[in-house]
């Protein structure tokens, strides 16, 4: 059966000469099923895990292995090659390999990986799992999503991580006993009789003083102590212990370079400029047919190479510095080897890698020959994507090289415009518009992923760009469907996709049809009628918005886009949730994700699930809300602040355009759950999101969230001018639904808003109809809902109400209206209602009826005064 590992799952062999380091390997075998050993480059971990498995294998126990490297930070990418060890553990199970090879995997890693696990087949085999180089992993998504995974994994596995850092905060839970589970840079020092005995075996005899000074020149440590080992004698120059690399590489050119032949030290300066090779590789890069002989000898001698499965070897990261900063020093032609390095990489399908190499070399040709055959051969998830950026970002692209091919602009702005780097975006899009003429002249067939780039520039207006539209160059058609870039960014709503097509609400949408409509082709008809069922709705014309959302529905029929479809779908559900009809939503909902289960389109589970858990906290459902929060996806550490702190300020998350939605719900989930200052950390990241991206209901949506949240705190003035703003941002375009939406957990925002709106000391730009309407609409979503604040704990701090508050109570309670009570008392109305509006606030009702109640049950009111 044709295996699905590769060189990266076979263990480096264990040197010849090794000493059993019985301590250590007692340590190994008493640290639970979970042990961390986190220490140097240089400390000995990978052969101390290899001296790990080699006693294990002796006990009957089966080693697995995975060799990590920074193109790992993709979910897919990392659990695929996770599950491919997996199967290699139980080649015969089939069941576990169609999970492996299911088409839809990469858009559901985890839980497949979480399937494949339940199909292991029991055995009696024993199992040590090891992650090399696991400070390379720093995906959050990886570190939140693996605990999780790996607990799942039957008892007679046993896992092992090396890196050169202390555990990710993710990845603790995992270790019990920390004092057990976790070896340290000290744990793995050689003692003086473990070194004494090491050189014995190398054929050297060390006295009690010389092998005092190799410890205090090496602190312990293997890599130094091979160095010194494999000088001529025992030399220790005056370098503090903690200064390993220092020594290890001092002894590397005083005491072995030199005496190595010409032909050798051009040999490991040639292929240092790789971080591992093949024979072919190594040869291809010197140009010596004997690479391979090479590279054997050189494992042979233990020579700090390390060989990996059959074919694949590695210098030893600290040997690896030295030699690149000696090619640095000895003028040989880098940038010649780094391009042979992206051709060999290229050639193996090695994308990613190539990349890197290519971008090292600085040559035109092959650049744009990676990142072409990247675009045309993969076809990345925006999560993918995202990840493939960060990874991207450390090569940066020689200076010069999208000026002189502008079309590279686009993936400049595709990967900043994932990541919200809103600076990298404008940039390219001034530079995409500054070469739209020699784009459309010499490169023709990318005008029209050009143009579509263009018109998303927030900073422009869109109307004003449907005007000039005409003006652009024409796109040469190659087909009749939409098959450029994401349209929807996977977000839910279309007219908030990726860009905010708020400004459309008033305006023709017919006018679509003969400019921006043009690069949608088949989507057009489907694209409008969500933005009609859209603006309806956020205007609360809840027939009209029922009618463009079903015939939406109707029009996606004919479109094969699962974005889009997914859109209609979820406008639709929209309309039901503010009509309130329970029966209709459940079954949308349930038609949707039939859709998403029979079309593959898994990779937007994320925002459906959003969606889903965002309806469900409308009731402040905790358990949705706990739920959403244990998704592996979603970081639980956006704020990083408690809750007593709500208004301190504190560094914002940057949030990925196409994960906003997501956001949201997060935000919902920790104010259901009473996290407020989990809640007001994303808000506030959402609110410096929307203001940079230019999105004015993500702003709309968030100062409401903020509102909402002030108030069920107790910061009652900081919520009115929070809706305020928000409010002054909708009232043009007359959208209502967006606030409105917020049922009681707004109403008393609302109220407090309307009574100021109405004052005559009132100088804000705010309707009192048009926030008078919200106010109903609100007050007739609370009555559907319970609201998102209503988990929220009281102040248990006593009300104290003063003299004048207590005495227009009482006016209250003996049936007296506002007017009455000012002309009895002799105050000005104003002043009553500021009163009473105090009074209102600290017993935390919102009418005359439950305040009058509230007081009496205080104590503030005498019996006899009854409402």
Known sequence: MLSLVNEKCIPAVLPELCIPRQKLMKKLKTGGRFIYIGAPAGSGKTVSALLWNSVCELEKRKSLWISLDAYDNVPSVFYKLLCAVFCSSQPENENMRSLLTDTAFSTSPVEHTVRLIAEMQPDESLYTLTFDDLHLLNNPDVLKSLPMVLKRLPNSFTVLFLSRNEPPEQLRALFRDEKT??????????????????????????????????LMATGGLAIGINAIAKSTGIKTPGIESSKTEYVFANYIREQLWESWDEGLRAFLLKTSVVDEMTEELAATLTGRKDA???????????????????DLFRYHHLFLDFLREMAKESGIKLTALYKTAAKYYLDVKQYLVARHYAVQSGNDGIILKVIHQFNQYTNPLLDEYAAYSKIF???????????????????????AWISSDTKTVEHAWDKLREYLPVIALKYPRMLETVILEICVDYRKSFAGMI??????????????????????????????SIRDFSELANDDLEKLAGSFGRLLYDLLPTVKLCFLSAFSLEKNRLDEALVYALKAKEASANISSPEIIFCACNHLSAVY???????LLKASLAETEHYLQKSGARFLDRNFLAWKTKILLMNADKKAAQEWLDNYFVSDDEAGFEEHVLLERVPLER???????????TARAYMALN????????IRSLIQFARDYRRPLDLVESLTLKACLEWASGSRGEAVVSLEEALLETQSRNFIRIIADEGSAIVPVLKRLVSSVQSENYTGALSRAYVTEILLAAHKTSQLYRGLTVNFKKSGKPVKLSKQQKKMLEFLAQGYKNAEIARISGLALPTVKGHLMLAYEKLEVNNSMDAILKARTLGFLSPELLP
């Open 292 to 310: 391979g002989k090479i590279l054997h000898e050189l494992y042979a001698s233990n020579t700090f190479v390390s060989q990996v499965g059959k």
């Open 675 to 682: 996290k407020g200052g989990k809640a007001l950390g994303i």
């Open 655 to 665: 949030i990925p355009l196409y994960k906003v939605f997501q956001y949201f719900t």
């Open 393 to 415: 970002s450390r090569d940066v692209l020689p200076k010069g090289i999208c000026d002189r091919h502008p079309y590279l602009y686009t993936s400049i702005m595709e990967g």
């Open 181 to 214: 589970a976790l070896i340290d840079r000290e744990a793995l020092r050689f003692s003086e009789n473990e070194l004494k005995a090491y050189y014995r075996s190398l054929g050297l005899v060390l006295t009690d003083e010389e092998a005092g000074l190799v």
């Open 467 to 496: 005007e000039s539209f005409s003006r652009l160059p024409s796109i040469i058609r190659l087909s009749k469907r939409y098959q450029v870039s994401t349209l929807s960014l996977q977000l839910p709503f279309v007219h908030r």
């Open 577 to 583: 949730l503010a009509t309130g009809n329970e029966a």
